[in-house]
């Protein structure tokens, strides 16, 4: 028979030795009693894997509090989704007996080893012995008499080992059966057993003993990090590729978590608590991109399998990040199989992409990946073909290599090259002359950056990163005979490091540096209200004026940013103090318009507070404007706060000072304000987690932020020379969410979300407040994924969100000099596009033989066809009004195949 069993390998070490830190003469903390298992839950077998008879073994990341229970469990190593997510849910039911330090329990970390193997034996039937086997030491592999098995639903089905460390059951009745196996001076472990008809089961277990001499044990005890963020949502890859609507691209989970609105459609933005799609940062590994999507929003930038794990912290988050006023999304890059040649090859309709990864030798390790699209050219086949006359639908491709070398224990180089190109064409021809519109649009970004990590003899680790990268963008657009043309280049150079240390019991500190430079060229030809601001008052299609100007221009920006922070826990409470301190120095030219023969002059300005005597007017809004202006050039600070009431109920809060550079294309002396500088916000959040079960929760979360120093255009019609753009817009957005998760059990996983946002802007001092065109008021969420067995997976998503704020069309004139009409608007921001929901569903089937699976899907996009307006539209003259609608219903066909 087929027997698949479910071996653990514990490797405790301690960060903070204490016979080395001694040894070395370094006073710290003392880990007095290691971690001892003393509840173990047996994983289960992934069915095509144990079918084809594949093994495997997982390494994780297991994090212990302080009173035994396991909390983030994250796979260090893996050997396959199905045997990750395996390992990973039974990990999370694991009952430790805590560590201590200097005699105290202790929050740690450990790792462990799950081995998956497969023992095959075929008997006869019969009325015979149809479940035995032995039961040894894992590490010595000596046999153990006297250990009581037991077969917890059936009254009496005891037996105890032999001499020889064997026992038999005769009879068991066939089907799935609870299995505990106890001893005085063994960790108690329970695993399920399925007993088939007329077939003979016969195991192997492998314990281990309750009290293990931790003399010549090689300790590693990592203290665990403490939640720097006070609001933040994990997305494995395994889950997330599963989730329908992705199209098994794990990145685009992204866009169904809490605190995301939805983008307008094409787009492919990420709109997080109230805030710019541009105030929103992407890191991976610390290093900064220019976009997580490609355009149009299809396919995420980087390739899914080369990612770990997803974070999305909407707000509130730590002192280790910046440059942003929104939220923030980080990509940790996964380790490297250490053995073998493993890679896919997949296609759907969208695009095609390939990953081979690689061991040249037992400590170098390499990957490659690449994609390219097709959906430009295949979009006639799967729906309407005047989609893309107002849908971006662009051709993309992206490649990436990354290779790590591991130099010594605990230390580790690795070198990643990401890459990724954007190019839109399209005309929409009319019989006005005026009317014909075309774009080409070409992006592309690079990034190289290495990444050093160490873990340090006495518990220290430190982490050093150093990239490069380049940026290029062309836009133009040509409205009749009217051009608008932006190019721009920009070099970035980053080194991130830091370092961190526990100092006692209960703190650990850390402290780093996260600088960033940026060398941009621009060139702008065209009108200077196009293409349109947010908070511009105009309607989709609006032609430009025939203000022509043209510049050319160049802006430095070197931010370095000291950071530090320390994690403190005091009881049932944990702190996480921190500061960020945000100079920044900015170099540019011209400052002025190029005129006549005078040569253009430069300029630079550094961060600096003004002067708190200057005169206020009274009011308590610019007040609290010029207190935000004095406060900023100080460390922002930051600070997240759990308290865990129990051991199901903990309560979050969270808040911090935030800033971030001006846009290069807000500079230019012709179309913008060469004077522009850093703006502000000022985070507040706080919320309660519960756990319903091991693996549902539920967390409800409030927030408030507040905005300075944004750029808006000027309101003067004829403003003054360098002065198109003001900074003077302020604003706020505040609201709710929650989310109900089900993380993945018996074959299943989902989430409910649902957020309640406002998001307003007030453009100037003398302005009212206004929504902002990506408000989204209501957000509602729903993802569920089930494993139907036999390798079928189902999935379904629903999604339903308000409209965006649009100015309506209160009238229509005569523009003689631009000879076309010209609409009259009434009150800003007023009225809302009709909102969205959609439904989605993904059937996958997969097949496993030998050391290849094959994947094959189907991922229907609005299943109901219904037809969603993404924008208002009116007719030449503005007397009739409708809507652009979205894709009707999208059916991506795909295959993957993986070895």
Request: glycine share 8%.
């Amino acid at each position: 028979m087929l027997r698949a069993l479910a071996l653990a390998a514990l490797t405790v070490v301690v960060c903070a030795a204490p016979n080395i830190a001694r040894a070395q003469g370094e006073s710290g903390p003392t880990v007095t009693k290691a971690p001892k298992l003393v509840k173990f839950v047996s994983a289960v077998y992934p069915k095509d894997k144990h079918d084809a008879h594949i093994t495997g073994s997982v390494l994780l990341s297991i994090e212990i509090g302080a009173d035994g229970q396991v909390g983030e469990v994250e796979v260090v190593k893996g050997a396959g989704a199905d045997f990750d997510t395996a390992a990973v849910a039974a990990a999370k039911q694991f009952v430790f007996e805590p560590a201590e330090i200097d005699n105290q329990p202790a929050p740690v970390k450990i790792t462990y080893r799950y081995d998956f193997t497969i023992v095959e034996q075929i008997v006869k039937a019969g009325p015979q012995i149809n479940f035995d086997g032995v039961v040894v030491e894992r590490l010595s592999k000596k046999v153990i008499p006297r250990v009581s098995v037991k077969i917890s639903d059936l009254d009496g089905a005891v037996a105890t080992t032999d001499a020889e460390g064997r026992f038999a059951f005769t009879d068991v009745p066939p089907g799935k059966h609870k299995v505990e196996l106890s001893h005085p001076k063994l960790i108690t472990v329970i695993t399920d057993e399925t007993i088939a008809v007329g077939k003979r089961r016969t195991v192997k277990y492998m314990v281990e003993e309750k009290d293990d001499d931790d003399e010549g044990v090689t300790i590693v005890i990592r203290a665990p990090r403490i939640k720097k963020e006070a609001v933040e949502t994990r997305i494995r890859t395994e889950e997330a590729r599963r989730v329908p609507g992705t199209q098994g691209d794990t990145l685009k989970v992204v866009q169904n978590l809490p605190g995301v609105a939805r983008s307008s459609f094409g787009s492919g933005e990420l709109i997080v608590w109230g805030a710019a799609p541009n105030e929103t940062k992407v890191n991976v590994d610390g290093v900064e991109i220019p976009a997580l999507y490609h355009v149009g929003g299809f396919r995420s930038t980087i390739n899914s399998d080369l990612v770990r794990s997803i974070d999305l912290s909407p707000g509130s988050y730590g002192a280790e990040y910046g440059r942003g006023l929104g939220g923030l999304v980080r990509i940790d890059l996964g380790s490297l199989p250490k053995e073998g040649i493993h890679g896919y090859v997949a296609a759907d309709v969208l695009d095609t992409s390939a990953l081979v990864s690689m061991a040249l030798t037992p400590r170098l390790r390499l990957a490659i990946a690449g994609r390219f699209s097709y959906l430009d050219r295949e979009l006639p086949l799967v729906t309407s073909e005047d989609v893309s006359d107002f849908v971006p639908i662009p051709r993309y491709d992206d490649y990436q290599a990354r290779a790590t070398l591991a130099l010594r224990q605990d230390e580790e180089l690795a070198i990643t090259f990401l890459a990724s190109d954007d190019h839109l064409r399209r005309a929409i021809p009319s019989d006005d002359p005026n009317q014909v519109r075309s774009e080409n649009t070409d992006t592309s970004w690079k990034r190289l950056f290495i990444r050093y990590t160490r873990l340090l003899p006495d518990g220290a680790s430190v982490v050093v990163t150093p990239s490069i990268g380049y940026d290029s963008s062309a836009d133009t657009e040509l409205f009749g005979s009217t051009p608008v043309d932006l190019k721009s280049s920009a070099w970035q150079y980053g080194l991130r490091g830091s370092y961190r240390r526990k100092v006692a019991a209960s703190t650990t500190l850390s402290f780093g540096v996260d600088m960033q430079a940026r060398a941009t060229t621009l060139d702008r030809v065209g009108s200077l209200t196009l293409p349109p601001r947010e908070g511009d008052i105009t309607v989709f299609g609006l032609p430009p004026r025939n203000d022509i100007a043209a510049d050319h221009w160049n802006v430095t920006t070197i931010d370095t940013a000291p950071y530090a922070n320390a994690e403190i826990t005091i009881g049932r409470l944990s702190l996480v103090p921190g500061l960020r301190f945000e100079p920044l120095l900015i170099e540019g030219s011209p400052s002025l318009p190029a005129g006549g023969t005078t040569p253009p002059r430069g300029y630079a300005s550094f961060s600096l507070p003004e002067n708190p005597v200057d005169q206020l007017p009274g009011d308590p809004v610019s007040r609290a404007v010029r207190a935000a202006r004095i406060f900023a050039w100080l460390p922002n600070p930051r600070l997240s706060a759990t308290f865990r009431a129990n051991k199901r109920l903990a309560i979050t809060a969270g808040g911090g000072v935030y800033a971030q550079p001006p846009d290069p294309q807000d500079m230019s002396p012709v179309f913008g304000n060469p004077n522009v500088t850093l703006s502000r916000a000022v985070h507040l959040s706080g919320g309660v987690g519960y756990k319903l079960r091991p693996t549902l929760s539920l967390e409800i979360v409030g927030f408030y932020k507040r905005m300075f120093d944004l750029v808006s255009r000027n309101e003067n019609p004829s403003p003054p020379v360098a002065d198109s753009l003001t900074q003077d817009e302020v604003g706020r957005a505040y609201g709710g969410q929650l989310l109900l998760r089900q993380e993945l059990l018996h074959g299943f996983f989902g989430w409910i979300t649902y957020s309640l946002t406002r998001s307003e802007r007030r453009d100037h001092p003398d302005t009212d407040w206004r929504l902002f065109d990506f408000d989204q008021t209501q957000a509602l969420g729903v993802v569920a994924s089930y494993q139907l067995g036999h390798g079928w997976d189902l999935g379904t998503r629903f999604r339903y969100t308000t409209g965006f704020p649009r100015t309506p069309v209160a009238g229509e004139y005569q523009d003689v000099a631009n000879a076309q009409f010209a609409p009259i608007f009434g009150a800003h921001n007023s009225i809302r596009i009709p909102a969205f929901y959609q439904l989605d569903a993904r059937i996958e089937r997969s097949f496993v033989y030998r050391r290849v699976k094959i994947n094959v899907f189907l991922d229907v996009q609005n299943v109901t066809d219904r037809q969603n307006p993404e924008e208002i539209i009116y007719s030449a003259d503005f007397t009739r009004r409708a809507y652009i609608t979205g894709f009707p219903t999208l059916a991506v066909v795909g295959a993957r195949l993986e070895f």
